[in-house]
């Protein structure tokens, strides 16, 4: 059964896309625990970050990287954090996080945001890319 991430990467289920190529795609998280909390995912559905060969698992890095760049050039923030958790969708992804405190990083508080807010955010983020 194909993970919610599928969908999205098939076009089934929208998202606010930062991010694409050929075998990876980056969105912001509809629930987020900061403002331009994003989500890169292979496209390909594997479900353990450390069940990716070595040249996708690297190509997942430098891809979150590329994103991680531009996120820290949108949102003022004292860092990127990076988060891999896995449990949520069985389906291997990153977590991108703009940080100003560590609480931001607990996955407890969430960030209220309305389309409008997402789609400005994702259209300022990708001309930073």
């Given at each position: 059964?194909?993970?919610?991430?599928?969908?999205?990467?098939?076009?089934?289920?929208?998202?606010?896309?930062?991010?694409?190529?050929?075998?990876?795609?980056?969105?912001?998280?509809v629930?987020?625990?900061?403002?331009?909390?994003?989500?890169?995912?292979?496209?390909?559905?594997?479900?353990?970050i450390?069940?990716?060969?070595?040249?996708?698992?690297?190509?997942?890095?430098?891809?979150?990287?590329?994103?991680?760049?531009?996120?820290?050039?949108?949102?003022?923030?004292?860092?990127i954090?990076?988060?891999?958790?896995?449990?949520?969708?069985?389906?291997?992804?990153?977590?991108?996080?703009?940080?100003?405190?560590?609480?931001?990083?607990?996955?407890?508080?969430?960030?209220?945001?309305?389309?409008?807010?997402?789609?400005?955010?994702?259209?300022?983020?990708?001309?930073?890319?």
């Amino acid at each position: 059964m194909s993970s919610i991430f599928i969908k999205i990467i098939k076009g089934e289920i929208p998202c606010y896309k930062i991010a694409e190529d050929a075998d990876f795609l980056a969105f912001l998280d509809v629930n987020p625990n900061a403002k331009g909390h994003t989500l890169c995912v292979p496209k390909q559905e594997i479900d353990k970050i450390f069940d990716l060969e070595d040249d996708l698992y690297l190509g997942l890095m430098q891809f979150s990287k590329k994103v991680a760049v531009a996120l820290e050039k949108t949102i003022p923030c004292n860092r990127i954090g990076m988060a891999v958790i896995g449990i949520e969708v069985p389906h291997a992804h990153v977590h991108l996080i703009p940080l100003n405190e560590m609480d931001e990083m607990r996955f407890k508080n969430k960030v209220s945001m309305n389309k409008e807010e997402f789609e400005a955010l994702a259209r300022q983020i990708k001309a930073n890319m």
